[in-house]
Structures are given as structure tokens and as C-alpha cells.
């Protein structure tokens, strides 16, 4: 294998496939990047078998191609080599011995090889009927719902996020079992069968970062036990958690007691300074508690002190409700909402406090309370 490209080209490519590798591989070839030289271009591949990422340099991006061929090579190290050259052209050429050459007119590195059979074989193959999603809604998606998964491994299902699709209507439900986020989207087009799948939420918020702001599609092609990204030059592969994901659709209720209209920024500036007199030990709790069209916001540490904000609100009846609930989760639900005003909906002390955009209701966010009174 023998080409020479500009270094900002390579790089750009090698911090996609960069994120196919993880740090806590054992198996040597894992932590490879795979470059397969053609006549068409240049492939650059990674895995750590729960995530592949395939990048393709078209030949008119490379600035010569001598000889085609594969080498595989270790990732961080050539990352970490590229990444300091400066933007001229790199020549990289394959030796004798499984080593490679990496050189500029001031500079020359020499690196050793691993065998190319030994890297795994990933397929790639799509599907015939693949999902497409707008970028920046399928971003959106991610930033809405990836926060309230769980981070613990101990219940693997709800560390990823849920998708479904019936027809044309995707939904994304993320839980840890303490708040739930539930997102509804439209498709372009219907699915011949329902699908209903759990994608990791980690390899979701990596895939978010290779997104660009464009207006494109990304496709998603759905299999058993895989999921396929593919977008601009690159396709990402993504393995799905195994198992049955919770049956999330009753535990928003549709009738409520009592439900408050309230502005969103004052709103979560009023939680944000309560929650200054919070702890995690405490699980960030704030309370609570209306009175006509004022609620009160309270947080206290015996130890530090109390705290105290008002604000009014609309309610819908002359009902009161006094409750309290977790700053830190709530803070995050309001973070997702892209409005001025929402619509926090209450049916006791004890019952889920639901969020929701005022306009539509294709964003709902669920959180527990915390029975302090």
C-alpha cells in the first residue's frame, strides 16, 4: 500500500473512526484503525465489536495512489501522529515486515503493524427499506431523551433508548426507572413492520458527535441485532441490547388534578437558585407548594441554611399541591424544552409530575417525586 493525501483530509476522517476504538480493549487489534487502499479510494475502518465506524476518502480527495492494499495499524498511535503533522501532504507507505512509513518533506515516522487477516470482519450489508431521519431532528431526538437513561449496568435495558415505530411514527423513550423522557416524531414514510428496538445510549451520543448541521438524512438500517447508520461517507454500526424493553405507556396518565402554565426560564432560574442549598445525599431535593397563583420553592440543609423563591403561575382550578422532587432531574427535563412557556401537570403528592410543551405534546417529560411531606 502506497499513497500520499494532505493531512487536514486524513485527519478529518480519522477523527470519525477515531470513536470506534475504546480504551478498554484487550484484544490488541481492537485498538486498530483498518486502511484499505482501492482504486476508488481510501477505506478507514474501527471496532471494539460493539461499535463499527467506516469512513471512505473518494480518490479524488487523495492526492496519489501508487499501489492498493491494507495495512492495519495502531489507531491512537497514527491518530496521534497525523494529528501533530502539519496540513501538507503525508506520504504513507507499507514495508516489509508489517510496518509502515509515515513521512512529510520535514518529518519520518515508523510504525509496526498488526495482521490484517486478524482484524475482525464486519458486515456492513444494508437493508432493501431503511428509516431516513433529518440529522438535526435525529440529534434532537438524542439531546431529549439520552439524559434520563440509566447509567447503571446492572439493568442493561435501560441504558439504552427505545425506539418504536408503528407506520409513519417513530417514538424514543429513555427511563432509569426514577423519570422517563418520551419524544414522538413523524416519519417521512411508513415501515412495512413495526419495529421496536433499544440502542445503547453511549454509542447514540457518539454518533450525534460525527452529525454535521446539514439538512441531509440519515438512514438507518434496522436488523435483529444491529443497527446501521449511514450518512455523508460514513456508516456506523451499533449492536442492539438484547431484551424486552418496559411497557413505559401507562405510566402517563391522561386525566390530572391540577396542572400549572408556567414561563420556562423563570421557572428553572428559580429551581437552579434553590437547588444552591441542596445535596446529592438528599437526592437534590426541592419542594413544592402553591397557593392561588403563586407556588413557593423551597430547599433547606439544617446544617447551611433555607431557601426560598416565588413566582406566579397559571393553574388550571383552585386545587393546591404540595410536593417535592429532585432539582437535578427536574433541571434537566426543562433543558429539553424549546418554548417559553410549559405545562406542569400534578395529581398528588405521590403521582408523577408530567411536563410538557404547551403547543404540541411531541415531547412529554416524566418525573418521580420524593415523599418528604
Do not use: W
Not at 485498538?31 to 471512505?56: H, M, P, R
Not at 433499544?198 to 434496522?222: A, F, S, V, Y
Not at 382550578?317 to 427536574?330: Q, V
Request: contains cysteine; proline residues 3%; hydrophobic residues 40%.
Amino acid at each position: 500500500m502506497k499513497l500520499e493525501i494532505k493531512q487536514n483530509i486524513l485527519m478529518e476522517h480519522l477523527n470519525y473512526v477515531i470513536k470506534g476504538i475504546s480504551s478498554k480493549n484487550i484484544i490488541p487489534v481492537l485498538n486498530c484503525i483498518k486502511f484499505e487502499l482501492t482504486n476508488e479510494g481510501l477505506f478507514l475502518l474501527s471496532t471494539d465489536n460493539d461499535v463499527a465506524i467506516k469512513t471512505f476518502i473518494d480518490k479524488s480527495e487523495i492526492e496519489k495512489i501508487e499501489k492498493c492494499g491494507e495495512i492495519v495499524v495502531s489507531g491512537r498511535y497514527i491518530y496521534d501522529i497525523v494529528k501533530k503533522l502539519p496540513n501538507t501532504v503525508i506520504n504513507i507507505e507499507e514495508v516489509i515486515d508489517n510496518k509502515i512509513f509515515i513521512t512529510t518533506d520535514n518529518s519520518s515516522f515508523n510504525l509496526n503493524c498488526n495482521i490484517a487477516s486478524e482484524f475482525p470482519t464486519i458486515d456492513l450489508t444494508e437493508t432493501k427499506h431503511p428509516v431516513f431521519i433529518n440529522k438535526k431532528v435525529f440529534k434532537n431526538i438524542i439531546r431529549q431523551t439520552s439524559f434520563a437513561t440509566s447509567t447503571q449496568e446492572s439493568r442493561p435495558i435501560l441504558t439504552g433508548i427505545n425506539f418504536t415505530i408503528k407506520e409513519n411514527i417513530l417514538e424514543c423513550t429513555a427511563t432509569d426507572s426514577y423519570r422517563l423522557s418520551k419524544k414522538t416524531i413523524t416519519l417521512k414514510e411508513s415501515v412495512a413492520e413495526d419495529i421496536n428496538i433499544i440502542i445503547p445510549t453511549k454509542n447514540l451520543i457518539e454518533l450525534t458527535k460525527l452529525l454535521n448541521e446539514d439538512d441531509d438524512d440519515i438512514e438507518l438500517h434496522i436488523f435483529n441485532n444491529k443497527v446501521i447508520f449511514k450518512f455523508n461517507s460514513i456508516i456506523m454500526m451499533s449492536r442492539l441490547i438484547n431484551g424486552t424493553y418496559p411497557d413505559t405507556s401507562k405510566l402517563i396518565p391522561n386525566e390530572f388534578e391540577l396542572s400549572m402554565k408556567v414561563n420556562l426560564q423563570e421557572f428553572y432560574n428559580s429551581i437552579d437558585r434553590a437547588s444552591l442549598l441542596t445535596n446529592e445525599a438528599d437526592k437534590n431535593t426541592i419542594k413544592l407548594e402553591s397557593e392561588n397563583n403563586n407556588i413557593t420553592l423551597s430547599s433547606n440543609i439544617p446544617e447551611i441554611g433555607y431557601v426560598e423563591e416565588n413566582m406566579k403561575v397559571e393553574k388550571s382550578n383552585e386545587k393546591e399541591i404540595k410536593i417535592a422532587f429532585s432539582s437535578k432531574y427536574m433541571m434537566e427535563a426543562l433543558k429539553t424544552f424549546e418554548t417559553e412557556d410549559i405545562e406542569i401537570f400534578f395529581n398528588s403528592e405521590i403521582k408523577p409530575i408530567i411536563i410538557k410543551n404547551i403547543e404540541n405534546e411531541d415531547l412529554i417529560q416524566l418525573i418521580l417525586p420524593i415523599r418528604t411531606y
